[in-house]
């Protein structure tokens, strides 16, 4: 999943790149309210976290152009633990509202939740022949054995479980997964799909990640296929 953080503040928006993304998120960090709004727009993103003040246009700003155009869920930062900033937050359309100082662990809490809210129509639980994929406590497993992923590895199998039997480009991969503009140079999805494939395949006779020449790669239960 891909998450857009807007704010300002150097340390804090590392801070919080770092800590979203080492819990499975790609995230795509803004510095400005302008910045942000514009990537907010542009981008196709699961959920954003919007400081409120902010160099350029300020949160409320950018809260409205988003809100005018994306239904994606909205946690709103802000340093002032004001009543009517609060309200004039949720009333513009965020979906929850942190003060600062706050901790690392509840502001991901509310991130899941408002993800878990704002999804409930989606799936959670995926199944591809005996492969297992739990989005709720991020757990996969084939065979009735558990597999140790990464958390680029889970969230590259989660994409290809989403969307088993579609053939998946590099560059939507990429996109999707690490959150750049696919290069050629790089070959990050190839070397990432064949640690995926060992962990998922290799050891098991029946395979079910595939390569399709030119075009990408899917996931698809071929009864009767060799390697």
Known sequence: ???????????????????????????????????????????????????????????????????????????????????????????SGADDYLAKPFAFSELLARIQALLRRGKLHELTHYVLGDLTLDLGTRRASRAGQRLELTAKEFALLALLMRRQGQVLSRTLLAEQVWGMNFDSETNVVEVAIRRLRAKIDDPFKHKLLHTVRGMGYLLENRQGDGP
């Open 1 to 91: 999943m891909r998450i857009l953080v807007i704010e300002d503040e150097p340390k804090l928006g590392d801070y919080l790149r770092k800590g979203l993304s080492e819990s499975g998120f790609t995230v795509d960090l803004a510095r400005t309210g302008t910045e942000g709004r514009n990537m907010a727009l542009d981008g196709a993103y699961d959920a954003l976290v919007l400081d409120v003040m902010l160099p350029g246009i300020d949160g409320f700003a950018v809260l409205e152009a988003v809100r005018q155009a994306k239904s994606m869920p909205v946690l709103m930062l802000t340093a002032r633990d004001d009543v009517v900033d609060r309200v004039r937050g949720l009333q």
